[in-house]
């Protein structure tokens, strides 16, 4: 492999500021959802403990969002820098999403989130709750259009192809919008968001009562965070049955590098294995353990259908997509396996933990928890990040050797006059700007949740509540 080749250093420099920036995304649409049902409790409640909770993981939740529009301005950057061929191809198609993204959802949130900030001591209760929840519904709508943006990438529809002048154009925006694709990946990417926020919530929570520090409101927002977990698991595993099947009806190469399937296996033999060592090629498997007809329902719902194999599906890509020159569609499958059993380890592997700490600390629990289920707990948060950061690898590294899905390979999407050293100079320097944003992030984040909430704040009923810096 040429280290120096503009296309594989740019696919490095765009994952990598991807996968950096998808830090911050998921955790921002879920704090942001936290943060409004914390502040909803408060107004129907009155209880002074929602109020601090709402205060304390906002403050997450800010450093978050103004770390997450920083990374992603940088990200939308290298569209024109290192992929301008493909920017071509597919600018009249994304540029319907991303205005809507940018003009309607991104603007949404910047409103009402200034209007949240500043408006805790001039607007009534109810309508400065509003403003949150404004901010939650747009994050929401910002993920919405920009997977509608991806999903295009996976299944293309809604466009017509003009060979004048090598772009796809958009004519159906509807149909963009309502791609089989996006609308089976929007829940599951949601759901995946609000899984996310709630380990961070349980983390801190747990900080916090194994040193004995704010117990009454810190037990409040740890069950809120258990409870959250298992409700986003079971909206997870439910989207996540969808996404397979549309993935498998526009993408059956992606649904068989998940699994390493070489040839097309139909009925008791269309099996999911959990675990397999064996060579790349599939010719030669030293322990596998697998679970019979689960990838058959998996791809089509039926114990006896058939699931189609690399080797058949190359074979037919072959003849279909001559005139791309490749002789493979399959993408890297040790990736694509493994990523597709972590996303679903690490995501299982959190919601135990949640099963588990509900258990601990029921209300007749003969003890409190110790303090190793304290640490689990405490250090369960990369659970669930890490299960969304593979989750979007697989989605990514899955597509491959495609860009866009049957129109355009990646290596055609590359910009024709950025060299190598141009790329890697600026590769490092991203990097590197992005390490030391990470140390302030985190730095941010942990002093502000070992801070916990300001338990000292009084508050009358009728009065407003005054703002705070953030």
């Not at 990417?189 to 983390?203: D, H, N, R």
């Not at 599906?313 to 040790?334: H, R």
């Not at 380890?345 to 928890?369: S, Y």
Request: net charge neutral; hydrophobic share 50%; glycine share 8%.
């Amino acid at each position: 492999m040429d280290w120096l080749d503009p296309l594989v250093l740019s696919r490095w420099q765009f994952g990598l500021t991807t996968v950096y920036h998808y830090l911050f995304v998921p955790l921002t649409i879920g704090m942001a959802t936290v943060t409004a049902i914390f502040q909803t409790a408060w107004v129907r409640t009155g209880k002074i403990e929602y109020l601090h909770l709402t205060r304390f993981f906002s403050k997450i939740f800010l450093i978050n969002f103004a770390m997450g529009v920083v990374t992603g301005i940088v990200q939308e950057f290298q569209f024109g820098m290192n992929w301008s061929d493909y920017s071509r191809f597919v600018g009249d198609v994304f540029g319907a999403p991303l205005a809507f993204e940018g003009l309607l959802a991104f603007f949404l949130e910047a409103t009402f989130i200034g209007l949240w900030i500043f408006g805790w001591d001039k607007l009534p209760k109810k309508v400065h709750l509003a403003t949150i929840w404004g901010v939650a519904i747009g994050t929401i709508l910002s993920a919405y259009f920009i997977i509608a943006a991806n999903a295009f990438m996976q299944n293309p529809v809604g466009y017509t192809y003009n060979p004048a002048t090598n772009r796809a154009e958009l004519t159906d925006f509807v149909a963009l919008l309502t791609n089989k694709v996006a609308l089976a990946a929007f829940p599951h990417t949601i759901f995946g968001a609000f899984m996310l926020a709630a380990g961070v919530v349980i983390s801190v929570s747990a900080w916090h009562l194994a040193r004995g520090q704010h117990v009454a409101t810190m037990r409040k927002s740890l069950k809120f965070g258990l409870w959250a977990i298992l409700v986003a698991t079971a909206g997870i595993v439910l989207s996540g049955d969808q996404l397979g099947l549309a993935m498998y009806a526009t993408q059956p190469m992606k649904m068989a590098a998940a699994e390493a399937t070489f040839n097309t296996v139909c009925g008791k033999d269309a099996a999911f294995s959990l675990f397999t060592l064996g060579t790349p090629d599939g010719k030669s498997e030293l322990f596998s353990i697998r679970v019979p007809y689960l990838l058959s329902l998996l791809s089509n719902h039926t114990i006896d259908g058939c699931v189609h194999g690399i080797n058949d599906l190359n074979a037919e890509y072959a003849q279909k997509f001559a005139s791309t020159g490749l002789t493979e569609f399959n993408p890297v499958l040790w990736v694509t396996y493994w990523a597709f059993r972590w996303m679903i380890g690490l995501g299982m592997a959190h919601a135990l933990v949640a099963v588990a700490g509900l258990w601990f600390t029921r209300k007749n629990a003969k003890r409190e928890p110790a303090q190793w289920m304290w640490k689990i707990a405490i250090y369960s948060f990369p659970l669930s990040l890490g299960a969304n950061i593979v989750g979007w690898v697989f989605t990514e590294m899955g597509r491959q050797p495609w860009i866009v899905f049957s129109l355009m390979t990646t290596k055609n999407g590359v910009s024709p006059g950025v060299s190598g050293v141009e790329v890697l100079i600026s590769l490092i320097s991203f990097t590197a700007i992005y390490a030391a944003l990470a140390v302030v992030e985190v730095g941010l984040i942990v002093r502000a949740a070992k801070k916990g909430p300001d338990i000292t704040e009084k508050h009358d009923e009728d009065a407003p509540v005054p703002s705070v810096v953030y």
